[in-house]
T-cell receptor, first 112, second 112 residues
Framework: DVKVTQSSRYLVKRTGEKVFLECVQDMDHENMFWYRQDPGLGLRLIYFSYDVKMKEKGDIPEGYSVSREKKERFSLILESASTNQTSMYLC???????????FGSGTQLSVL | QKEVEQNSGPLSVPEGAIASLNCTYSDRGSQSFFWYRQYSGKSPELIMSIYSNGDKEDGRFTAQLNKASQYVSLLIRDSQPSDSATYLCAVISSGSARQLTFGSGTQLTVLP
């Protein structure tokens, strides 16, 4: 089975802190994605990556950056956390055309 | 902004009935359409994909696509309480290879 592992299930941070969300997949997938999910808004794409050291902005990249130094690992960075970044963050991977996404279990981030 | 719209519900149906979930999309050039299911507290999982006009059946699930009307639907026959979940419509829009755009989801409850 494909496994996408997110480092934390729940995370509480203070405004202004730098936050790292880690994601690791074990299926050698090329494509990795970071989404945030908010009630009534669905899943919105923050960043994605097709290959190591490659990144592309999604629909809502402001306030975020990413890093993909190894194929299996894709990190989401909140440079200076703000309260409006309180959300469920979902990492996903895919081998192919970005259609069949395998999601991690999510990180519920609260920024106080 | 390419959009995918769903009725948020909640939608309730009795056990054994047909549940009908609807989705419209704004980008006429979209070619690939998907339904993901998300149980409460869990991550989304892909359950259906459809690429051509018409119906596609998989067990109790039927996806329907009408590109002229920019409309996708999911029918669940003989609904079971275990089908209770949020159903997310997702589209790959033209010019957005490997980027799924999700609707906000429809919450379905199947009443025993």
């Amino acid at each position: 089975d494909v496994k996408v592992t997110q480092s934390s299930r729940y995370l509480v941070k203070r405004t202004g802190e730098k936050v790292f969300l880690e994601c690791v997949q074990d299926m050698d997938h090329e494509n990795m994605f970071w989404y945030r999910q908010d009630p009534g808004l669905g899943l919105r794409l923050i960043y994605f990556s097709y290959d190591v050291k490659m990144k592309e902005k999604g629909d809502i990249p402001e306030g975020y950056s990413v890093s993909r130094e190894k194929k299996e690992r894709f990190s989401l960075i909140l440079e200076s956390a703000s309260t409006n970044q309180t959300s469920m963050y979902l990492c996903a991977s895919d081998q192919g055309r970005g259609e069949k996404l395998f999601f991690g279990s999510g990180t519920q981030l609260s920024v106080l | 902004q390419k959009e995918v719209e769903q009725n948020s519900g909640p939608l309730s149906v009795p056990e054994g009935a047909i549940a009908s979930l609807n989705c419209t999309y704004s980008d006429r050039g979209s070619q690939s359409f998907f339904w993901y299911r998300q149980y409460s507290g869990k991550s989304p999982e892909l359950i259906m994909s459809i690429y051509s006009n018409g119906d596609k059946e998989d067990g109790r699930f039927t996806a329907q696509l009408n590109k002229a009307s920019q409309y996708v639907s999911l029918l669940i026959r003989d609904s079971q309480p275990s089908d209770s979940a949020t159903y997310l419509c997702a589209v790959i829009s033209s010019g957005s290879a490997r980027q799924l755009t999700f609707g906000s989801g429809t919450q379905l409850t199947v009443l025993p």
